[in-house]
């Protein structure tokens, strides 16, 4: 499997979404195949990466998917679409009537159980998405006619609904009409506030050869935990470092994927000059993390390329950091988070949001984050560059291990720098005007042999 750059593939990973701050997420999903599709759609909020809304999507050959996230009104996060393709649940298709995101997966009443983070409604508010394809559709079927428009409209979404409702034709058999995954499948994230005028958007990543070829997917329910980002086939995995390529294998399907997300070092860029109202924030997402530390997928202790069990909100990682000005001059290490593991910072969320400049506070400036890794505070000049050093010598357990012994340095990660700047006086008229950009993280991939000499 590996990371595709022309971003096609059988998984899709958005590395945000929010409704903090006035702001609503939309993403899209594009098939871009002449065959049917059966997908999970999962949304996993920030903390730990539980699951706070799972459903399935069918796409008909060549159709186009969208879904909002947005604010539900009582605190917590919810989501609708407007768009005509099958879904089960059925979901609503106005934002005043929109689905919300369930807590039961971290509040002690759903299949997971607590996991000692918070229980309320506002830890839905934000996180990430993760889309698996499950297989396609058998053509010519039953299935595929349903899915299949008509005048825009697909000829019978309840029937698709009702194949898993008691007694339903996928309850006794799932993989009826379902054939092996083939891939083809874009995505787009969106996060737009309306009221201010802002928008930040991306590509998802994509995971090709998710699945060995010819081997099938799992066609589960919709509330199913399965498939997930670590359900894979595949045990190689395709990784790009400054060296050239390698071809890793591994003995769990979920260290194949985490490796083509692997980096031991995150560069990007800040702006903060206060004249032109510039604000900078990072979004750092660990898609993986959860099969390490959370203690309902981990039976015993942490596992590589982590280093703490998700316990009383939070899961820790050290990290070192360095900040450059745009004349090359360093500014030295700045102690964004404190903590007993030692390094210049902690990432603690499988999603978090490192700002820049701005004042130690409960929520970030310009996302309006609440899983604020914390505040870059300290540095004398107002824009530049930072690396974070995700394999630090305090953190040995950054590793991990391919079966041949060859080893990546880092954690899996991903995510992007988002900045505004204001101007208030565009024109000369006085009026105000923001200006927003999204760039993805540039990440290092370093790989040892056992002897710590460079892989090749």
Request: aromatic letters at 10%.
């Amino acid at each position: 499997m590996h990371l595709n750059p022309n971003g096609l593939g059988q998984v899709l990973v958005y590395p945000y979404y929010t409704v903090n701050n006035g702001y609503a997420t939309f993403f899209t999903i594009t098939n871009t195949t002449d065959q049917g599709k059966a997908l999970k759609v999962r949304l996993l909020e920030g903390y730990n990466g539980r699951d706070v809304q799972d459903f399935n999507v069918y796409l008909s050959p060549n159709d186009y998917w969208v879904g909002a996230v947005v604010d539900s009104g009582n605190g917590g996060a919810a989501i609708f679409t407007n768009d005509n393709s099958c879904t089960v649940p059925k979901l609503p298709r106005t934002s005043a009537t929109a689905l919300a995101l369930t807590t039961a997966n971290f509040d002690g009443t759903g299949t997971q159980g607590a996991d000692g983070g918070p229980t309320d409604v506002s830890r839905t508010r934000e996180g990430h998405i993760e889309i698996i394809e499950m297989g396609t559709v058998a053509n010519p079927s039953a299935t595929l006619s349903a899915i299949t428009h008509v005048q825009g409209v697909p000829t019978d979404c309840p029937s698709i609904v009702n194949a898993w409702g008691n007694g339903g034709q996928w309850t006794l058999d799932a993989s009826k009409d379902i054939g092996p995954p083939s891939g083809g499948l874009f995505g787009n994230g969106v996060i737009l506030n309306v009221d201010k005028g802002t928008v930040f958007s991306y590509g998802a990543d994509a995971i090709a050869q998710f699945y060995a070829r010819g081997d099938r997917g799992e066609h589960s329910g919709p509330q199913a935990l399965t498939p997930n980002i670590s359900s894979a086939t595949s045990l190689t995995a395709d990784v790009y470092t400054d060296d050239g390529p390698l071809s890793l294998t591994y003995a769990r399907p979920v260290d194949a994927v985490s490796a083509v997300f692997m980096a031991d070092k995150i560069q990007n860029e800040f702006w903060s000059l206060q004249s032109i109202g510039a604000t900078s924030e990072w979004v750092i997402t660990y898609p993986t993390k959860r099969f390490y530390v959370d203690p309902y997928w981990v039976t015993g202790a942490v596992l590589p390329p982590f280093d703490q069990k998700f316990v009383g909100n939070s899961s820790y990682s050290p990290i070192d950091t360095d900040f450059f000005d745009r004349e090359e001059a360093i500014q030295g290490k700045i102690y964004f988070s404190v903590g007993s593991l030692g390094g210049d910072g902690l990432l603690m969320y499988e999603t978090q949001v490192p700002i820049f400049r701005q004042p130690p506070a409960a929520q970030s400036f310009l996302l309006g984050s609440r899983l604020v890794a914390g505040s870059v505070g300290g540095i004398e000049f107002d824009n530049g560059w930072a690396r974070f050093d995700l394999a630090p010598t305090v953190a040995p357990s950054h590793r991990l291990v391919a079966t041949n012994g060859n080893v990546l340095l880092g954690q899996p990660v991903t995510g992007f720098w988002v900045n505004q700047l204001i101007n208030g006086n565009a024109d000369g008229k006085g009026v105000l005007a923001n200006y927003t950009a999204l760039y993805p993280h540039k990440l290092h991939v370093a790989c040892q042999r056992a002897d710590g000499t460079p892989c090749s």
